[in-house]
């Protein structure tokens, strides 16, 4: 068998096997293998491909990323199929697919089979045997099969995201809240707005599709690792004394030039209102906490009780939305965004280490955020520039920020005071461009006396840090 027909065989083994898998996942509800492919390659895209790609791609970036699912089945499929005997091809198949879901931390076998099975018998049949006829024809149609199946299977993708968004809960009433007048004009025109937008604040999740919550069957499982401690439904969450608080979120999946990052008024409640810091054993490591979607991640003791650590119930006024969380959330201010596991499943006090999505691939268990700025928009007046931005460093706080135009000196901008200890820092300063100025750079002083980084560290394994430099209008 040539390469050709080899690449064709297998290709509709693949379309054949999905077939069948989408039927069982679609009849006995199962995760598929193509989403779990896709968050497993999502989960590894650098951030300066995955960032542009979602900004240009929009809704549909993550049903093709599931077409990548395809390909990988595809190519497991025709390795397969390079074997000799019939034997050595299911050998071959099953060991390879075998692999990939260990991979993926895929564990349902009725999934596997319900591929695996359907596509192994269209690879086995002898070619002379095979339905289509011989010829071009063949390769024509078996060629616009593949190419339609890779269609569907984004289409698919999107077309089940939407129905989720369809059935989600929509956010209703939960707290009163109001930007506090005297910053409605601060820095306007220059700086963004100091309370992000529920519609504009990022979101970021590595599932193809993401999940969506029936908050009358929903439960919050507290355990002590595999045991059951108790059980709270939603109406008794939201029957607990809440706290209201203004803190920022940043994705540490940002590059030096995006700004995945967003500040809102959360309100939530504390781990002690669940279960109180007596009850826990003392053979407890850490608290993990874990979500419907798989995403999980855990917090050292001690800062999980510490109060600062928050579940939170609703945002900007409401419950939360689908894309941020509902029916609860985790929020972790000192920490990136991976730690604020969103759609919470459960709470688990581990006696064992927990190692979460991203520390298993790699990333530190404590990713705190690194201090950083970002210039919002910068206006030229002939040899004047005015310039506004923001700075955040955590619950370290900034206390001071300063710009400067190419290499020039540094000069220190007005600083308005932040909305918490937990919120980024706005800032507006006015600075004279020296002559043949191309760009304008800013850093910020944090809390604890340590400047922004001015070399640029790469974003693997505990978030990207670097100078903040942004090129002048009309350079």
Known sequence: MNW????????LATLVGLCVHFAWGYWHPERFLTDSIAEWIMARTPSAWAVPLLDWMGGWAKPFAATGGLATLGFVLWIALLLPTWWAKVLMAASELAFVCFAIDYTSIPGVLSFLLPALLVLLIPQGEAVLPRSSRREFLTSAAMSSGTILVA????????????????????FGWR??????????GLVRKPVTTVREFYVMSKNTVDPVVDPKSWRLKIRHDDRLIREFTYAELLSLPRQERFITMRCVSNTLKSDLMGTAVWSGIRLEQL?????????????????????GDSLNLKYAFSGEALFALGMNGDTLNRNHGFPVRMLAPSYYGFKSIKWIDEIRFSSVAYFGTWPKLGFTKEPLIHTASFVDRIVREGQKAKVGGVSFAG????????????NGDWQAVELEAPLSGQTLTRWKGELVLPAGAEWLEARALDGENRWQSAIEKPLFPDGVSGPTIKKLPGA
Do not use: C
């Open 275 to 295: 279960v109180r810091a007596s009850e826990i054993p003392s053979n407890v490591l850490e608290m993990a906490v874990i979500g419907l979607d798989g995403h």
């Open 395 to 406: 619950v370290r706080g900034v206390q001071r920020v300063e710009i400067r135009a190419n």
């Open 179 to 188: 930007v506090p007048a005297e910053r409605v004009d601060w820095g306007k």
């Open 155 to 174: 289409v698919e993708a999107y077309w089940r995201s939407e129905r989720f968004a369809s059935r989600a809960i929509e956010p209703v009433p939960l």
């Open 4 to 11: 050709k027909s080899s690449i064709t065989r297998s290709s």
